[in-house]
T-cell receptor
């Protein structure tokens, strides 16, 4: 299984500011995924990040709000831009296993927007 | 749109009893399902998976059953322990090799001593 490190683990931010979340994997992976988990809810896929190409966003998520970088096969960032209290969630990075099936998750970033 | 949902939001069981967590899905084209366990403050942890060409798969103390006729998935935990207390999510894969997972709403399993 992959070891995934996310930073920061939590943050409290002011309305209108932006936060960049980092995801580091201990092995090279083709696809990385960013999920959002709103309080008390399930996980929703934000986008799929492939190295060397633009991220693919799911319905309801746009690049201007959630820009993603994928500079190499072990690292990705997700930025939550111009934050509002509605962006308060856990943001999770995930990658596929060796067979590209089992998704492994990082421990998440708990974001609170005041 | 696609959906994968759970029947019960909360399940309370006695320590030592067996637990059954249920899940329904809407898209018969889904080829792969996973169960995750999420403890408070942590990311989801893989428990067990099953492909759509199987109807049962067993792990250590856990069994996943898949009924494609009624689009139903269940997770059985044998001899439930306090450490099993967590939120359990089912997820179904859509889109083949893209690994795009749709998650269910989650069930909170509370194990009573």
């Amino acid at each position: 299984s992959a070891v995934i490190s996310q930073k920061p683990s939590r943050d409290i931010c002011q309305r209108g500011t932006s936060l960049t979340i980092q995801c580091q994997v201990d092995s090279q992976v083709t696809m990385m995924f960013w999920y959002r988990q709103q309080p008390g809810q399930s996980l929703t896929l934000i986008a799929t990040a492939n190295q060397g190409s633009e991220a693919t966003y799911e319905s309801g998520f746009v690049i201007d709000k959630f820009p993603i970088s994928r500079p190499n096969l072990t690292f990705s960032t997700l930025t939550v831009s111009n934050m509002s209290p509605e962006d308060s969630s856990i943001y999770l990075c995930s990658v596929g296993g060796a067979t590209n099936e089992k998704l492994f998750f990082g421990s998440g970033t708990q974001l609170s927007v005041l | 749109g696609e959906s994968v949902g759970l029947h019960l939001p909360t399940l309370s069981v006695q320590e030592g009893d067996n637990s059954i967590i249920n899940c329904a899905y809407s898209n018969s084209a889904s080829d792969y399902f996973i169960w995750y366990k999420q403890e408070s403050g942590k990311g989801p942890q893989f428990i067990i998976d099953i492909r759509s060409n199987m109807d049962k798969r067993q792990g250590q103390r856990v069994t996943v059953l898949l009924n494609k006729t009624v689009k139903h998935l269940s997770l059985q935990i044998a001899a439930t322990q306090p450490g099993d207390s967590a939120v359990y999510f089912c997820a179904g894969r859509y889109g083949g090799a893209t690994n795009k997972l749709i998650f269910g709403t989650g069930t909170l399993l509370a194990v009573q001593p």
